[in-house]
């Protein structure tokens, strides 16, 4: 069965600093997601990757899905205290259209000092 | 985009009793909805697939006389957690598919406690 596994699995940056989240799959990815979440509260979308070598940002978050669609990083430029929270990535369990029956990894926790 | 509603969003029960959760669609009509679960440090994990007008689907793992699921119309799927124990204790979440190329759309979960 397809597994995805996140890295690091906590983070704490100080208040300014760029980090980066990883997410790595045992299969080819049908649909890459990203989500956040804060503890105890649903999920908010971030970003989806469909393609091979596709990237995507929104305010200071870039998203990236490698050639191989096996390996997605999320990177965080100059992070503030509001980035706080647990990242998840997300991936369909077959091709073609939205994906509502997902398999997540474990999530990263990042904290960010002020 | 679609916006999902569940609730409530926490409940704390005696062990022993039965817990509904309520996962519903605003302005999207679901054949589908997922139900997931989340353990304290652990991932997601889906639990069951409701299909609207039939049964559920359930996972590997998962006890479908346990937890009932009924979605008997297009904006409207329940979760019952039967004669729930501490161990049940946890973070359920519902989920509907958008449509083609679009992500997946959450509740905003309940956090279940079983005393």
């Known amino acids: 069965s397809q597994e995805l596994e996140q890295s690091p699995q906590s983070l704490i940056v100080q208040e300014g600093k760029n980090l980066t989240i990883n997410c790595t799959s045992s299969k080819t990815l049908y649909g890459l997601y990203w989500y956040k979440q804060k503890y105890g509260e649903g999920l908010i979308f971030l970003m989806m990757?469909?393609?091979?070598?596709e990237e995507k940002s929104h305010e200071k978050i870039t998203a990236k899905l490698d050639e191989k669609k096996q390996q997605s990083s999320l990177h965080i430029t100059a992070s503030q205290p509001s980035h706080a929270g647990i990242y998840l990535c997300?991936?369909?369990?077959?091709?073609?259209?939205?994906?509502?029956?997902?398999?997540f990894g474990k999530g990263t926790k990042l904290s960010v000092k002020p | 985009g679609a916006v999902v509603s569940q609730h409530p969003s926490w409940v704390i029960c005696k062990s022993g009793t039965s817990v509904k959760i309520e996962c519903r669609s605003l302005?999207?009509?679901?054949?589908?909805m997922f139900w997931y679960r989340q353990f304290p440090k652990q991932s997601l994990m889906l639990m069951a697939t409701s299909n609207e007008g039939s049964k559920a689907t359930y996972e590997q793992g998962v006890e479908k006389d346990k937890f009932l699921i009924n979605h008997a119309s297009l904006t409207l799927s329940t979760l019952t957690v039967t004669s729930a124990h501490p161990e049940d204790s946890s973070f359920y979440i519902c989920?509907?598919?958008?449509?083609?190329?679009?992500?997946?759309?959450f509740g905003q979960g309940t956090r279940l406690t079983v005393v």
């Open positions: 997300g991936a369909g369990t077959r091709g073609g259209g939205s994906q509502g029956n997902l398999i």
């Open positions: 302005d999207f009509q679901a054949t589908t």
């Open positions: 990757l469909q393609k091979g070598g």
């Open positions: 989920s509907l598919e958008g449509g083609a190329g679009t992500e997946a759309f």
